[in-house]
Each structure stands twice: as C-alpha cells, then as structure tokens.
C-alpha cells in the first residue's frame, strides 16, 4: 500500500485512522492477517481543518488512531507453534482467574486453584504425589499456591530441565509435566550431605536448585501481590498472552465488522500545542520564576529501576554488572548529578529568598544488578548528600518475567531461574501508594512533584524545569510534560492531542503519549520521504514530567488496572541471557512494561461539543517546549568500537553540555569555538571542555551574570566546582580547574547525628578579573582520554584548590605554566603581578565576614527576572 494512504483501523471499541494530507476523504482500510489481502471500504468522515490547533508542530495531516497501549510484535516475528492456540489459552486462564476473583481468602483460592486441570494433573495424577515433597521443603501455603499458580499459567517448564530451548520443537505438555514429575519424586530433605549430584539430603534437587526455588518464590510472590489489581500470576500471564495475541490474530476479524464498527468511539490523535520557552521568552521567564516560588511545594522523583542494558556497564574491580545510575560521568555518578541539579535549584531559592528549602526525594530502584544495594551504598557514603537520610525515600519495584515473543513462554536459565527485569517505570505510582510514597510527601508539605530520568544528563538546564513545575503548580494542573523536537529514528515516543468522542456524544481532550514501540502499529514512520512522518509533525517524549500528586495517588490508589498506565509488551529487543551449561541466548522477547508518562491517559478533560480552538488552555495535562540540547540527551547506550553514531551515548550527551556552555558563555561576550555537529566529533574529542556547576546558574540568566569577556581557546578546559564565581576579562588557552570544599555552603551534624548542609554559610568564593592563563592543558593525542568520564591526561594546569570557605582572587596577571594555589579554611589568596613575577598574599578573613564573605553575589528578582549585584565588605 502507498505511503500516502489514509488508513483505518478497529479494535475492540475503537476506530481509529490516519488522514490524508492532499486528500479531503479518509478510505478504510481492512487487512485480513491470513491472506495478507487488502479489503477496502471507501468511506467520507469528518475532516478537520488544519488551522484549528495553532502548534509549533501543526500541519494539515489529521492522524485518528486508537490510543491503546498494545506494542507490535517485530517484523521478524515468528508464529507459534502450530498447536499452540493463544485464544483457548486466553479463554482457559480467564475463567480460573474469574473463580479467583471471587475468593476471599487464601483456603479458598487454593482449592479454586487445585481444581484446574494442569495444575490436578501435575500435581495430583502421578504416581508420587507433589503435596509431600513441598511439605519437606518447608513451605508455606501461600508459596504452593505461587508454585500451583505458574504450573496453572502454563510455565512449569521453569521448574527444571525439561525447559525446551526456543530453537528447538515445543515437547508436549505431557511429556513435560512427567519429566518434572520424575524429578520430583527425587527430592528429599530428611537425609543425605546436600550438595553435589546426590541433592539436599540425598535427592535430585542440589543447594544451588533449593536456593534458586526460594528466590524464584520471592519473585513470583511479588509479582502476584504486585498485579494484584489484574490477577496476579494468572493475570499477568492472560495480559501477555493478550498483548501478543493482538498483534498476530485480532486483524482477521476486522473485514466482518465494518458497519458496525463505523458507531464505535472515535479517536483522533494531534501534535499539541505547546508553550515555547525558546520563544516566548517573557513568559518562560515568568514560568521560572513561579517554579522558584514553589520549589517548598514540590518532591523531586527519580525512577532508577532499568536494568539499563544497553549501557554495558561493569564494576572494574568486580566484574559485575552496574545500573545506570553509577555510571561515572563528567567525575562522578549520574545520580550524584541528579542530586547536584536540585541542589542548584535550591541554592537559587536560597539566594532569593533567604530561607533554606531541603526537597524530599524519593527513588524507585529495583533488584536488578544490586540496583537498590548500590544506590543505598552510595547515598550512605556521600552521607545522604548533606540532606539527611529522613528527606530520602527508597523503594523496590518487583522484577517480571521475560517472556518469549513467539509463544508468551517465560524465558529461564536454569532450573527456577525465570529471566527476570523492572516491569517498566510505569509502576511507579502503584508501588509508591504501595509503599506509603505519597503519604511521606504530605507529611514533607508537599504537594506536586518534577519526575525525571537518570540518563538524561541535561534536564535540569536553564529554566525548562523550573518553568514546567511552575506552571503545573500555578495553574492546578495535573499532569506536564517538557517536550522538544524529535529525532528520526530515535528510541523515544512522541506527546500528542488526543481528541476523543464517546458513544454518548461528548468529547474528551487530553495531553499524552505513544511510545515509539507502539509506531508500527500504528503505521507511523520516520522515513521523511512519507506522507506521514514523525519528526517534523509531533514533539519528543523525554520523560521529564511534572505531577500533581493527590490526582496521582487517586490513579494510583484504584484495585484495577489503571493504577498501571500505558501496559505494553516490547518484543523488539532480543533477549540474552547464558543458561545453566554457560551457553548464551538470544532470543526474540520482552515482558509487560507500564509506562510513567501515560499517567495523563487519566487525566483527560471532557466537553459538551467539539472544540477548535486552544483547546489546550482549559486541559488538566500540559506541555512545554524547548530546544532539544536543554531538554533531552541521553547516556543509556555504550558506544560501540567503530559506530559512527554518538546518539544517546555518553559521548553524544557530552558534546550537548558542550553546546550549552557555548550558548552561555558566547552571549558573554568571551570568544570560543562553536560546536560543530556530531559526526565531526566522532574519531576526536570535543573542541574544549567546559564543566560549570550547576549552581552558578542554573538559570542562564543567572550565569550570564558572572561571566564577562574575556576567550576560551580551541582545546582549552574550564572547570569550576564553585557557585560564588567571578569572571571578568579572562584569556584561557590551556586548562582552569577551580575546586571549592563548600562550593554550595558548610555541613553541620544536626541533632539525630546527620550531616546537614546549610546554604549559603562559609561558602568557597574565587573571583578572576583581567587574568590571562597559558598553558598545555590537555594532552588531545592521549588514548587513555575518557572525556565523558573527564578523565583526561595534562601537561599543565592552573588548578585552584579551596578549604572551607577560603577565597581565591587573581587580577591583572598571567599565569603561565603549571600551577598549583591552594587555599586553607578561613584564608583569602590574592594573586597579581610582583616586581619579579606573581606576588602572592594570604591573609586571614576577618572574624565578622567568615560566615558571609568578603564578597558575595545578591539575587533579587526584578519583574519576571532574577538579577545579580556584587556586594563586597
């Protein structure tokens, strides 16, 4: 079929279709899945014309499509097995699933659960009855009822060895269940050493075996408390089962249904209008400030539950796999970063406002790759990050079952070791009303949370942050998104307008998203050659959302399965994994996936009549737009030996903050290199290095202010860990390292015994006026150079070092060569020019200003911006 025909699709109680854009009529289209023929029904439906949305992304092309969160199986999807029959398969775990609804206890669903016919069979029917051999294994009814539930779900296989590898033919049911049998009628934990061939005490089932059960048992005790709201086990396996059955069979029927299916709802789908923060400057700047204001109303969320594989990260020392957020970048850990941004941001509040504002954290983490260990390790190392351990919540998101996308058959290694991953950051808002999340952020006085990922290494830049949480508190709304334009081909979803009409006439709008895994289904495409593309038509998906959190809890607290938005099924991805005779696999699967962002399919507005014009205003879901250097860029893949890409690499990442500073500093009038485009970079490093702490800004505005004239030569580098910062007519052509001890304030130890950072207090200062540093820097030839991870090899430095709240002033002077000035607490170092070279005095601060300074920066907000004047005493 052409690119440029207009199409339409049913499901269920949907209809949806894409427009045409050189055409006034939209033709359905019908496919029949087993001939692959085209039965077309030409039909007129209401067009709407192009000018009624006003968007940055507008065009004439009017997409409907049915907003469902069903992923499409690969091209390279195989069928099933011939006698494996998905719909009987659905039809069978349904009607279990229904008596167990209706059980009121645990007695009950276990007698529901052993009057299934697999599950009679496999335990009951042979020879050596199941029952005796868990009673030896001591465990509890509810651990046999998880054992009967797996067996009743058709996944017995991951009990032992009689797991069929997926290259090979499926082995009859009969066959499979016997041969677990015979190697249940070995077990014994009366007798017998326990280890090596002879089992625990004696029998088939070895150490390693009774651990792996008692682990997979925790596992799937998870997954049945967790999906409670969809049934548990039974459940989750009918959801994937559904999910896979959708994209393979449900086709077949459309061609029977087509008068009928004309009644059904109706959806549309369309780029939204978004508030352009690189536009409307004003107005952003007035967001910003809203946000400042409300920073003591707002939590921050951070979900760091991915398992994070494409990153290919490895601890050196131990060889074990490491999440995303350990990853060293540009020094130190991505969440370190994260924590470092929203100090920034409260510095900035602290600096207004005078008053000190500690944000409650919470994290989702997982127990893929030790994610919540380490992340526990790692806050308690750096002491909770000076914000004590009561502003932090931790909480654990169940693993899932990989599924097999040919047949819905959970993947294993080895006998009781189902392959395992997060179930997606879509979980987050069940498991935080699970675990008492929303309730912690009231009692912190909070009342709306920023929620953003740990891969995405620019979010907090400028003010998209600042304004998206403050128009989402100004406003009441409910739901935000910060939003750029898209990249062909990216790993990313779109946002877009829903607009809706139900079988009672009325239409509903809201603000939401598709996942790039949903694109094929829906016939969308990059290739910009289409009628259809994406990149120029909707905005980028990133994850960077603000949330009202009462409307949340109230999605989140629901018993059903919207307290899951966005359930999908991704089989686009290979899954690997080594079985238990070390070899590796890699086979086509997935596992349910919910997805945070589709929180907003909830929050939809509903009208009396269609509405054609800024639509958006009125909405409970929003979004804001930026450029895409301040929105999005990613460190989630590693960069492969020879790929030419450096797209969502921690490479690619580095050269966008590189970008930044030249956006910054270049309005500053300091001279510097611009950043050319990727491909430039890909066998070199980046023309400079330049790294700002976060809170010399964060708003540029902000950071404009501390910098004045001066140039920054093509392979030089500048780091400055350093708020209260000066900047004045300085030459750099070599490397500038300025690292402060108090670089935000001073730490005290409060009354629990935790280390507390107070802003603002003995604060490290360095001030650079009519400075010129020549040096070597960077050794460029270096193959030791990690630059991402700013491991760099130099020939000279000027390196600033500063204790405590020690000052470091430099004026009309050239500081040639290698350099070392390092300042002690409670001392401020002048550098100028002597009779014979530097001359160098160190006095002691006075008494009275070591709290404040000799000098320091006053913020003031002076209509809708934030201005700066240099106090010196």
């Known amino acids: 079929m052409a690119s440029s025909a207009p199409v339409l699709q049913q499901h269920n109680n949907f209809l949806f279709t894409f427009s045409s854009k050189t055409k006034n009529t939209n033709s359905i289209f019908f496919f029949n899945s087993y001939n692959s023929s085209l039965n077309c029904v030409t039909k007129p439906l209401a067009s709407t014309s192009s000018s009624l949305f006003s968007s940055p992304f507008q065009t004439s092309s009017r997409p409907l499509i049915r907003l469902t969160r069903v992923s499409t199986a690969p091209v390279e999807y195989v069928p099933p097995a011939p006698d494996f029959d998905f719909h009987k398969e659905i039809a069978r775990l349904k009607a279990l699933k229904s008596k167990l609804d209706h059980c009121t206890n645990l007695k009950d669903r276990i007698r529901v659960i052993d009057s299934d016919s697999r599950v009679n069979s496999f335990f009951f029917s042979h020879k050596n009855s199941f029952s005796r051999v868990l009673e030896t294994l001591h465990l509890d009814e509810f651990e046999v009822f998880l054992l009967k539930c797996v067996v009743a779900a058709g996944q017995q296989h991951v009990f032992g060895d009689v797991c069929t590898e997926f290259e090979q033919k499926r082995i009859s049911l009969k066959s499979a269940l016997y041969a677990l049998a015979e190697m249940i009628e070995n077990w014994d934990v009366n007798g017998g050493s326990g280890g090596g061939g002879g089992g625990v005490n004696g029998y088939g089932i070895g150490t390693e075996e009774h651990e792996a059960l008692r682990s997979m048992l925790k596992i799937i005790g998870e997954v049945e408390r967790f999906y409670d709201c969809i049934g548990g086990i039974i459940g989750y396996q009918i959801m994937v089962l559904e999910l896979l059955a959708q994209s393979t069979f449900e086709r077949q029927s459309l061609s029977h249904h087509s008068n009928k299916s004309l009644k059904r709802e109706i959806i549309e789908i369309h780029p939204p209008h978004a508030l352009d923060l690189s536009q409307d400057l004003e107005y952003a700047s007035q967001a910003a400030i809203w946000g400042i204001e409300g920073l003591p109303n707002l939590g921050e969320i951070y979900p760091l539950g991915g398992s994070a594989d494409r990153l290919g990260l490895v601890d050196p020392d131990s060889g074990e796999c490491l999440p995303a957020a350990m990853l060293p970048y540009c020094g130190r850990s991505l969440l370190e970063g994260l924590i470092r941004d929203l100090q920034a941001r409260e510095y900035l509040y602290f600096k207004l406002y005078g008053k000190q504002c500690i944000t409650p954290v919470a994290i989702m983490t997982s127990a893929a790759k030790s994610n919540h260990e380490r992340v526990t390790s790692l806050c308690e190392e750096l002491h909770w990050f000076g914000r004590g351990r009561s502003n932090f919540k931790l909480f654990e998101q169940p693993l899932v079952p990989a599924v097999s996308a040919e047949d819905g058959q959970w993947l294993a290694s080895g006998p009781f070791k189902p392959i395992c991953k997060p179930g997606g950051h879509g979980v987050i808002w069940k498991l935080a009303y699970n675990e008492g999340v929303f309730q912690w952020f009231y009692d912190h006085g909070r009342r709306g949370a920023t929620v953003r990922q740990v891969s995405n290494v620019v979010a907090s830049t400028d003010l998209t942050l600042l304004a998206l949480a403050g128009l989402g508190l100004r406003q009441g709304k409910k739901l935000g998104f910060a939003s750029c334009k898209r990249n062909a081909g990216a790993t990313e979803g779109i946002n877009v307008l829903i607009e809706k009409k139900n079988l009672e006439g009325k239409w509903t709008y809201g603000i939401s998203c598709i996942e790039y895994t949903e694109f094929d289904k829906f016939g969308m495409t990059d290739n910009s050659l289409s009628s259809y593309s994406l990149q120029g038509e909707f905005p980028a998906n990133t994850n960077i959302l603000y949330v009202d959190l009462p409307s949340a809890e109230l999605v989140a607290s629901s018993n059903d399965e919207t307290s899951l938005p966005g359930m999908v099924l991704n089989v686009k991805k290979a899954i690997t994994y080594v079985d238990q005779f070390g070899s590796k696999h890699s086979v086509p699967g997935g596992r349910l996936e919910c997805t945070m962002q589709n929180l907003a399919d909830n929050f939809f507005n509903t009208r009396s009549c269609r509405c054609y014009d ?110 209260e910062f000066l900047w004045r007519d300085v030459q750099l052509d070599g490397s500038l390292i300025i690292l402060a001890e108090n670089i935000l304030g001073s730490t005290t130890i409060d009354e629990n015994g935790e280390t507390i950072l107070q802003y603002g207090k003995r604060c490290g200062r360095c001030k650079l006026e009519n400075v010129k540093i020549l040096n070597d820097g960077i050794n460029w030839n270096s193959k030791e150079n990690l630059y991402w991870k700013h491991d760099v090899q130099r020939f000279e430095a000027v390196n600033v070092l500063l204790h405590g709240n020690a000052e470091f002033e430099a004026a009309d002077v050239v500081l040639q060569g290698n350099h070392v000035f390092e300042v002690p607490n409670g001392y401020k170092m002048k550098i100028t020019t002597g009779d014979s070279g530097l001359a160098v005095e160190l006095k002691p601060i006075e008494k009275k200003l070591m709290e404040c300074g000799s000098w320091f920066w006053n913020y003031k907000i002076m209509g809708k911006h934030v201005q700066l004047e240099l106090v010196e005493l």
């Not at 890909?682 to 708003?699: M, R």
Request: charged share 30%; proline share 5%; glycine share 8%.
């Open 614 to 723: 800024g639509v958006e205003d009125g909405l409970d879901t929003f979004i804001v737009y930026n450029e895409r250097k301040k929105v999005t860029s990613s460190a989630k893949k590693k960069r492969r030996h020879g790929d030419k890409s450096l797209h969502q690499t921690p490479d690619g990442s580095l050269l966008d903050i590189m970008r930044n500073a030249y956006d910054i500093l270049s309005h500053c009038e300091i001279k510097i290199p611009k950043i050319e485009g990727n491909e430039k970079y890909v066998d070199s490093g980046p023309p400079f290095l330049i790294l700002l702490h976060p809170a010399v800004g964060p708003l540029w505005e902000v950071t404009r202010q501390k910098f004045y004239r001066g140039s920054i030569s093509r392979g030089s580098e500048l780091q400055i860990e350093v708020a």
